[in-house]
């Protein structure tokens, strides 16, 4: 294929099949190896075996002389279509408590008391980081889709309201008890004789570890929401992760990635701000495959069965809950 004749070769190609969505030039691959060979590259949404096609749309083996190599490529989008206002809005959107940026609406589940169904996320995502008494969020706080950093509001976007949340233990946290609000208030009036720029604040250690960052929230109208993930479709189920285990999430940042599983039953330091963290035991880790804004996506494996809930990461892994944690903490279902 010679350079600036893709127009008229995708024009003649798509007209075999709608499945074709583009043409290029690059190398014959085989078996996952890069020939070296010049061949058209053609696009489709979805590879089928010859046996499942009419002859008419079998794409030909060469086209002028020139080998082909088809590739699919799924359903091309523009990247904001995740950011953006959507009803019925979809798992893999950006959605949020209206106190914070944007993170990933993860998947429609029901109340294993109710049926009724309701919006999965972290609680870092629908809760704003709370751990129950800091008034960070209450229960009824509006959710928005998008979240506030995609252009969501208060008064035109709110997608549902907290139902509740599993509460997030510091590893340093205020502590509850009236001797020690007496004696850091007493040491703040001593010292801000002398330094009234400064306060102290008495913090306690706090023992307790989190098994899942996950909350719910309940949606405005049951048909503002659609169960399907976008570039993923219909869940399968749930499964155990296991170690080398393929896995994928559609996040609102980062689309559709893939990873694999690299180890479980693990106990993690995780930064919920610049100076507190948190202790997150049994959980699970796999390669680079998010980016912040991703939090709240639903890990799954090819076949799509969910194994966990994204929430949090570096540039060179990612972390999520166990599925089997999060539907115990929050009595819900998938």
């Known amino acids: 294929m010679q350079r600036r004749i893709s127009l008229p070769l995708f024009r003649e190609l798509s007209g075999i099949d709608e499945n074709i969505v583009g043409v290029g030039q690059g190398h014959k691959w085989v078996r996952g190896k890069d020939t070296g060979e010049k061949a058209v590259v053609v696009l489709v949404r979805k590879k089928h075996g010859k046996a499942?096609?009419?002859?008419?749309?079998?794409?030909?083996?060469?086209?002028?002389?020139?080998?082909?190599?088809?590739?699919?490529?799924?359903?091309?989008?523009?990247?904001?279509?995740?950011?953006?206002?959507?009803?019925?809005?979809?798992?893999?959107?950006?959605?949020?408590?209206?106190?914070?940026?944007?993170?990933?609406?993860?998947?429609?589940?029901?109340?294993?008391?109710?049926?009724?169904?309701?919006i999965l996320s972290n609680n870092h995502v629908l809760a704003n980081l709370t751990d129950g008494v800091d008034g960070r969020a209450q229960l009824g706080d509006p959710?928005?889709?998008?979240?506030?950093?995609d252009g969501g509001d208060c008064e035109k976007t709110v997608l549902g309201y907290l139902e509740r949340f599993i509460p997030l233990q510091r590893e340093l946290a205020k502590p509850?008890?009236?001797?020690?609000?007496?004696?850091?208030?007493?040491?703040?009036?001593?010292?801000g004789y002398v330094k009234p720029q400064y306060r102290i604040q008495v913090l306690r250690?706090?023992?307790?570890?989190?098994?899942?960052?996950c909350a719910v929230a309940k949606p405005t109208d049951p048909d503002a929401i659609h169960p399907e993930i976008i570039e993923v479709g219909a869940l399968a189920g749930i499964k155990e992760p296991?170690?080398?285990?393929?896995?994928?999430?559609?996040?609102?940042?980062?689309?559709?990635?893939?990873?694999?599983?690299?180890?479980?039953?693990?106990?993690?330091?995780?930064?919920?701000?610049?100076?507190?963290?948190?202790?997150?035991?049994?959980?699970?880790?796999?390669?680079?495959?998010?980016?912040?804004?991703?939090?709240?996506?639903?890990?799954?494996?090819?076949?799509?069965?969910?194994?966990?809930?994204?929430?949090?990461?570096?540039?060179?892994?990612?972390?999520f809950n166990r599925i089997d944690h999060v539907l115990d903490a929050l009595n819900i279902v998938l």
């Open 143 to 149: 959710i928005l889709q998008p979240g506030i950093f």
């Open 242 to 319: 296991q170690l080398a285990m393929p896995v994928k999430k559609s996040g609102r940042s980062t689309g559709l990635t893939y990873s694999i599983i690299i180890a479980v039953d693990v106990t993690v330091k995780v930064f919920m701000t610049s100076r507190e963290y948190g202790l997150f035991t049994d959980q699970v880790i796999a390669g680079p495959m998010s980016l912040p804004g991703d939090s709240g996506s639903l890990i799954l494996t090819e076949d799509n069965y969910a194994v966990g809930l994204l929430f949090a990461g570096s540039e060179q892994v990612t972390i």
């Open 176 to 191: 509850q008890c009236k001797i020690a609000s007496v004696f850091e208030r007493t040491l703040n009036i001593c010292i």
């Open 52 to 118: 499942e096609l009419s002859r008419r749309h079998i794409i030909p083996k060469k086209v002028d002389g020139t080998m082909t190599d088809v590739i699919e490529v799924g359903d091309i989008r523009f990247f904001n279509e995740r950011t953006k206002f959507r009803r019925p809005a979809q798992p893999g959107m950006s959605v949020g408590h209206y106190k914070i940026s944007a993170g990933t609406f993860g998947a429609v589940v029901k109340d294993r008391s109710t049926g009724l169904p309701l």
């Open 205 to 213: 250690a706090n023992e307790k570890v989190n098994l899942v960052d």
